[in-house]
Structure formats: structure tokens, C-alpha cells
């Protein structure tokens, strides 16, 4: 799938309501999907974002409804060579995810296969000048539907088009993408594995985190071809100047698309037409002075996070007098208090990889009042 090229379509459609399947199937006859794709015969990828096994009302994962409204409208439409892929990220299994998040029953309903890429083969592709290594479903697919959930993440403030598509490279790939730097490697891997259609889940994304937990309901979908402009316009809606991601102009310098919202047409197909500009969040800003990170995989950045939010809502975070380290740059090293099994030589370290949110509250709360 690499190499195609990138259209020149500026629009983004927009609808609201809280019927999923049926706005799903409207606003795809709006933006024409079936005359994009073309041939029948065509092989149909959908690129949900299933992150961890929680279900999407909690703001992390992306509505089955959605996926239904996809696979109704194709195969109404005489499209019938259909997979959904997806692998969740690093602690987590997609086997699992696809049953907390209602995807087996789905596909089971409809006849379409579900791909696990953790359990994919893979292999490495030249993306822009930098080698990445993609699972081998994506050359089994003639059209990418990406149906990534808009919402915060703790290490590059918002997540939607672009870095969905960590979801098909292997899990040894997404801990390399940390040791990275994240951002690069994730504008890199777009000319690597070519986004045809865009279906954004704006329905209750969480603000802060990737994996929810604290959603915000907007009960909206869009739809859009260029996954530079659609995280453009995610980037204005939540607040964030484009810069701030850095991973999305890195991506339009690439020749992956454009921010210029000046440029963009914004389609509404019901609603006020008004922006409705989410609150920023700042939750993760707030504790981010406690965390000594170097190349932490957000599974394990995100469960910190969400345990130095509690420890702090009770007053205890500021009676914390050692940094807390965490990250696969703390290997080998040594210090007072770590997180992960990353940091198993320090003198205090919180163990898992990932370690869950209530075993790190828990034992950080014990060393907090240990020390006091």
C-alpha cells in the first residue's frame, strides 16, 4: 500500500446525533466512500482503535456502532472482501480487547474476519528514508479505512489520524518507536502504510488519556481523506497549537498532507455550525514534575499518571520527595524510586510492565507515607 498518491481533497464532514450506525452510514454516502474505493473486488481494511480492552463509552476505544455503520454501508453496496485489523498496545492483548469492546460479536454478525496484529508477520519498509517494520496484513489491503478515536494521550497531548496507525506495526516496533522519540517514527510510518479514508470517532473521547477513562461527549463523527488535516483540526479542537504535536507537521513536511485549516471545508450535514472547542485539559501537566521519563512506553507514562492524579486529589503527591523514574532509558541505571520493570535495579521499584494504576497508587502511597 505505500507509494500511493496523496489526494488533494480538503473537506471534512462533520454530523452529529447519538444514533452511531445510522450517522456512520450517512455522512460515508455524504463524503461518496463507495465511489472512492471503486472496485467491487477491492480488499477492504478498517483500522479501528481498540488500545485496551475497555468499552468505548469509557473514551478510549472506538464505538463497534461506528464499524457497523462501515460494514453495513460497504456491503449494501456490493463490497464484500472485509477485515478489521488492529493490534492494542504493549501489555495489553487485542484477543481481549475484541471481546470487551464488542468486536467479535460484530463481525461475527456481519461475516467479516478480525485480524490480530500482534500475531501478524512482519517486515521492515523504507518509510521516507527511515527503515520501520509493518505487519503484513497492510499488503493485503487495497483500502484503508482508519477509524481512530480523537481524544488527549499522556506523551504527545492528542492522538487520532496519524498515530492510529501504531496499531499495525508489531509490538518489538511500537517499544522502538518510544526509544525513537515517538514523534518521527510516527510521521515516518504514514509513508509506510497509506490512509485511503478517514472515519473519526468524536463521540466521547477522553481528554487526557489514551486509554479513556474520563470521557467528554461530543456525539459527533467525521469523515475526512487527509489525516494530516483531520489532526490539524483535532489539534484546534482541543486547543493545542499544531507545533505542540510535533509528529503532525513532521507528517505534512513528509508530503502526507496539510495544516493549513485556512484551506479546509468544513462540512457540517446537520448541527449549530458553531466550533465547539473542548476544554484543555491539564491533569497530566500537573503531576509531570514528580516523573523523571526517558523513552517510557505509554502504557506505562499513562497507569503512572492516572495513579499520581489520585495520589494528588488527596494531598499526598507533594509529600513525594524522590523523582520517580520510568522509561527503557532506565535500564541498567540505578536510584532511589522507579516504575516498571525497566527500573527493577532501583532501590524501590514498582514492578510490571506495564505495573496497573492501583498497584502504583498503592505502593507510592505506602513509600509517601513510609517516608513522612
Not at 456491503?75 to 495489553?92: L, M, N, P, Y
Not at 454478525?109 to 527503515?131: F, R
Not at 456525539?219 to 489525516?227: E, F, G
Not at 514528580?290 to 492524579?309: P, R, W
Request: glycine fraction near 10%; hydrophobic fraction near 35%.
Amino acid at each position: 500500500m505505500s507509494g500511493k498518491k496523496r489526494g488533494d481533497d480538503h473537506r471534512i464532514w462533520k454530523i452529529y446525533g447519538t444514533d452511531y450506525k445510522e450517522m456512520t452510514k450517512k455522512i460515508l454516502a455524504a463524503a461518496d466512500l463507495a465511489g472512492r474505493i471503486g472496485d467491487r473486488k477491492a480488499r477492504i481494511g478498517i483500522k479501528p482503535n481498540l488500545v485496551v480492552p475497555s468499552p468505548a463509552q469509557f473514551g478510549g476505544t472506538t464505538h463497534p456502532e461506528i464499524l457497523a455503520g462501515i460494514i453495513e454501508y460497504l456491503q449494501e453496496r456490493d463490497f464484500t472482501d472485509i477485515i478489521v485489523a488492529e493490534g492494542s498496545w504493549v501489555g495489553d492483548r487485542t484477543s481481549i480487547a475484541y471481546d470487551y469492546c464488542g468486536y467479535h460479536m460484530l463481525t461475527e454478525q456481519y461475516g467479516v474476519p478480525l485480524v490480530d496484529t500482534q500475531k501478524e508477520k512482519w517486515h521492515e519498509v523504507d518509510c521516507a528514508g527511515m527503515k520501520l517494520n509493518i505487519t503484513d496484513v497492510v499488503d493485503r489491503i487495497d483500502f484503508l479505512i482508519n477509524v481512530p478515536v480523537m481524544k488527549g494521550h499522556c506523551q504527545t497531548k492528542m492522538t487520532c489520524a496519524l498515530k492510529n496507525m501504531k496499531g499495525l506495526i508489531p509490538n518489538t516496533e511500537k517499544s522502538r518507536f518510544h526509544r525513537m522519540g515517538l514523534h518521527k517514527p510516527i510521521a515516518h510510518l504514514q509513508a509506510g502504510i497509506h490512509q485511503d479514508f478517514i472515519v473519526v470517532d468524536h463521540i466521547c473521547g477522553d481528554l487526557d488519556f489514551e486509554e479513556g477513562g474520563n470521557p467528554v461527549v461530543r456525539n459527533c463523527v467525521m469523515a475526512a481523506t487527509d489525516p494530516v488535516l483531520v489532526d490539524s483540526y483535532a489539534c484546534h479542537l482541543m486547543q493545542y497549537a499544531v507545533d505542540e504535536v510535533p509528529y503532525v507537521r513532521m507528517a505534512e513536511r513528509l508530503g502526507i498532507g496539510m495544516t493549513d485549516l485556512s484551506q479546509a471545508e468544513i462540512i457540517r450535514l446537520n448541527g449549530s455550525g458553531e466550533e465547539e472547542e473542548l476544554p484543555r485539559q491539564d491533569r497530566i501537566l500537573e503531576v509531570s514534575y514528580a516523573v523523571e521519563e526517558v523513552d517510557s512506553c505509554s502504557a506505562c507514562y499513562g497507569n503512572l499518571v492516572h495513579a499520581l492524579n489520585q495520589l494528588r486529589e488527596e494531598g499526598l503527591l507533594d509529600r513525594l520527595h524522590d523523582r520517580i523514574a520510568i522509561g527503557q532509558g532506565m535500564q541498567g541505571k540505578t536510584g532511589s524510586l522507579g516504575i516498571g520493570r525497566c527500573t527493577k535495579d532501583f532501590d524501590t521499584c514498582i514492578m510490571g510492565c506495564p505495573p496497573e494504576p492501583e498497584k502504583i497508587y498503592e505502593e507510592l502511597k505506602a513509600y509517601i507515607l513510609a517516608g513522612a
